[in-house]
């Protein structure tokens, strides 16, 4: 079974889980941090996958290292060390995620933009894409990108609005050549 497939089953059945024991909140917040933990700090990512250190090793790594973990995701790690897919933690918590966002009728956001984005500009941006792709919010992620000199760029799954002055000015661009 392909690591991707696999990683799929384990997100679907701890979302099964999680939604069992209405936790899908708390595990959607623990998830990102150790999402966040393992992209950002490459050894730790490198300790938890290597081949060549026995699972008893692993066990000991996520019990001392991740000791206030919840109990469902500390299982799941420990399953992934038992059957060998450490490789695939990774890709189980993104699936897990979209899952969680998909359960809340929301859809996530990646907003470009040259400054940080205050909290209610956030909210406006939501409350406005949100409608243009039948979802009821946006879980919004603010890329500050300073050489963008102005404006938005929005990218919710497969659609990019760009608003970007940059954009505008390229528009503007073939438009004249036209």
């Not at 079974?1 to 701890?14: E, F, P, Q, T």
């Not at 899908?24 to 050894?43: D, H, P, T, Y």
């Not at 469902?72 to 790690?77: Q, R, V, Y």
Request: proline share 2%; glycine share 4%.
């Amino acid at each position: 079974m392909s690591n991707r497939v696999a990683a799929k089953r384990y997100a679907i059945a701890l979302f099964q889980l999680a939604k069992e024991k209405n936790l899908l909140e708390s595990l959607e917040s623990e998830a990102r941090v150790i999402g966040e933990v393992f992209k950002n700090e490459q050894e730790a990512f490198l300790v938890f996958s290597n081949p060549n250190l026995t699972a008893v090793k692993k066990k000991e790594f996520i019990t001392n290292c991740l000791p206030n973990l919840s109990a469902e995701l500390k299982n799941l790690l420990m399953i992934l060390v038992d059957r060998k897919r450490e490789s695939s933690l990774l890709e189980v918590i993104e699936y897990f995620l979209k899952l969680v966002i998909a359960e809340n009728d929301q859809e996530e956001a990646f907003v470009y933009s040259a400054k940080p984005l205050t909290e209610s500009e956030e909210k406006e941006i939501s409350a406005v894409f949100s409608k243009k792709v039948g979802k009821k919010a946006l879980r919004i992620e603010n890329i500050v990108q300073p050489e963008m000199l102005g404006g938005l760029k929005i990218r919710i799954g497969n659609l990019i609005f760009d608003g970007s002055l940059s954009g505008q000015l390229s528009r503007l661009h073939r438009h004249i050549l036209k």
